[in-house]
């Protein structure tokens, strides 16, 4: 497939333990933020979603974690599942831009 | 209901032609997005349109232009092809820009 990034930094984490990817953005006036997963060959998918008046969201098995303070996002899975080996990017948008910022990125590679 | 739809997934073009690229948003989404994904640069955007209207601009140069119909469906077009637009292109669709839905890509390599 499709090579998504190849010095992208990589977590290794054994199946069935929990993963925190971690995102740091830049601009203070982001109001909605979004993970995506993407695998080899496919687009983004839409994992989960937060906006700036929360500083929690939770959802199957993923907690998405903002912090404006100091312009940190993370997302958690919690029993991590050879299923989500992929890249996992943050995405943020001020509500008028209408468009999204990436962030660089994550390879998630989960063990057996 | 049905995903956002690119085509065509794959495409392979020679520096100096031009190419246009189609995407079909999700059924009463009028947001289409469009981005250009590499290995060096990310995921960059690089416009979006409304009802028709191209209503945001990322920083590419001139040679990337995109249209929507009334349908909502989007097309981009890239002229004069450079080896460093081989790329993965990514459309997505939104509701009142929450919920950015992408589609597979088109991946265009240029030779």
């Known amino acids: 497939g499709e090579s998504v990034g190849l010095h992208l930094p990589t977590l290794s984490v054994q199946e069935g333990d929990n993963s925190i990817i971690n995102c740091a953005y830049s601009?203070?006036?982001?109001?909605?933020f979004i993970w995506y997963k993407q695998e080899s060959g496919k687009g983004p998918q839409f994992i989960i979603d937060?906006?700036?008046?929360?500083d929690k969201r939770q959802g199957q098995r993923v907690t998405v974690l903002l912090n404006k303070t100091v312009k940190h996002l993370s997302l958690q899975i919690a029993a991590t599942q050879p299923g989500d080996s992929a890249v996992y990017f943050c995405?943020?948008?001020?509500?008028?831009?209408?468009?999204?910022?990436f962030g660089t990125g994550t390879r998630l590679q989960v063990t057996l | 209901k049905a995903g956002v739809t690119q085509t065509p997934r794959y495409l392979i073009k020679t520096r100096g032609q031009q190419v246009t690229l189609s995407c079909s948003p999700i059924?009463?989404?009028?947001?289409v997005s469009w981005y250009q994904q590499t290995p060096g640069q990310g995921l960059q955007f690089l416009f979006e349109?409304?009802?028709?209207?191209?209503?945001n601009k990322g920083n590419f140069p001139g040679r990337f232009s995109g249209r929507q119909f009334s349908n909502s469906r989007s097309e981009m077009n890239v002229s004069t092809l450079e080896l460093g637009d081989s790329a993965l292109y990514l459309c997505?669709?939104?509701?009142?820009?929450?919920?950015?839905?992408f589609g597979s890509g088109t991946r265009l390599t240029v030779v």
């Open positions: 997505a669709s939104s509701l009142q820009g929450v919920g950015y839905t």
């Open positions: 995405a943020e948008n001020t509500g008028t831009a209408s468009k999204l910022t």
């Open positions: 601009n203070s006036a982001s109001d909605y």
């Open positions: 349109y409304f009802s028709e209207t191209q209503r």
């Open positions: 059924s009463g989404h009028r947001s």
């Open positions: 937060i906006r700036s008046n929360m």
